[in-house]
């Protein structure tokens, strides 16, 4: 079964902290997701992958940046945590190419940033 | 570029009854409409999908339905159960770019 694993399911930082966001995905798939959930708001892009070492800007990426080192794992970095920045983020990874494949999410990350 | 508007945000029904649920989109270009469920605590999963060479699709009691000339599109929900109660967002695309543009969601709540 496909799974898109994310680390940390709740977290609390402080302002200015630096945070990790892992996610793992088991399919092998090339692109991978970080979407940012608020409600009202629907989901709203960060950044996206669609290789290994590949980054591209989604709609919110100010605050945000990734990394992606293999093909399996996608961080997101927040440089310098703000209240703001408190939401639920998911990951998320497709097959290949165009928007047109199955988009598989992990279970979200809940941030709270005091 | 493409803006797709989601309505009801909420839409709350009678177990047992229907569930409608529409979207609009902007962009004639975009050729791929997926729906998804997101349970509570879960992220969303695909429930059903569309392309613009169709005009509707069923999977038992779900179904969506695309209007091109109108440029929108629709989840229909049939003899409604407590486990569909859920959030459901609708989204479109272009098959050949990368990014989905999302609906900002609908929660539906089944009474009982």
């Known amino acids: 079964d496909v799974k898109v694993t994310q680390s940390s399911r709740y977290l609390v930082k402080r302002t200015g902290e630096k945070v990790f966001l892992e996610c793992v995905q088991d399919?092998?798939?090339?692109?991978m997701f970080w979407y940012r959930q608020d409600p009202g708001l629907g989901l709203r892009l960060i950044y996206f992958?669609?290789?290994?070492?590949?980054?591209e800007k989604g709609d919110i990426p100010e605050g945000y940046s990734v990394s992606r080192e293999k093909k399996e794992r996608f961080s997101l970095i927040l440089e310098s945590a703000s209240t703001n920045q408190t939401s639920m983020y998911l990951c998320?990874?497709?097959?290949?190419?165009?928007?047109?494949?199955?988009?598989?999410f992990g279970e979200g990350s809940w941030l709270t940033v005091v | 570029g493409e803006n797709v508007e989601q309505h009801p945000s909420t839409l709350s029904v009678q177990e047992g009854d229907s569930a409608v649920i529409k979207c609009t989109y902007s962009?004639?270009?975009?050729?791929?409409f997926p729906w998804y469920k997101q349970e509570l605590g879960k992220g969303p999963q695909l429930i059903i999908d569309?392309?613009?060479n169709v005009g509707e699709k069923k999977d038992q009691r779900i179904a969506v339905t695309l209007n091109k000339t109108a440029k929108h599109f629709s989840l229909h929900i049939t003899e409604t159960q407590p486990e569909d109660s859920a959030v459901y967002f609708c989204?479109?695309?272009?098959?050949?770019?990368?990014?989905?543009?999302w609906g900002a969601g609908t929660k539906l709540i089944i009474k009982p």
């Open positions: 998320a990874s497709s097959l290949t190419g165009g928007g047109g494949n199955t988009i598989y």
């Open positions: 399919m092998d798939h090339e692109n």
């Open positions: 992958s669609y290789d290994v070492k590949m980054k």
């Open positions: 962009d004639s270009a975009s050729n791929y």
């Open positions: 569309i392309r613009s």
């Open positions: 989204a479109a695309c272009m098959d050949s770019n990368y990014q989905l543009i």
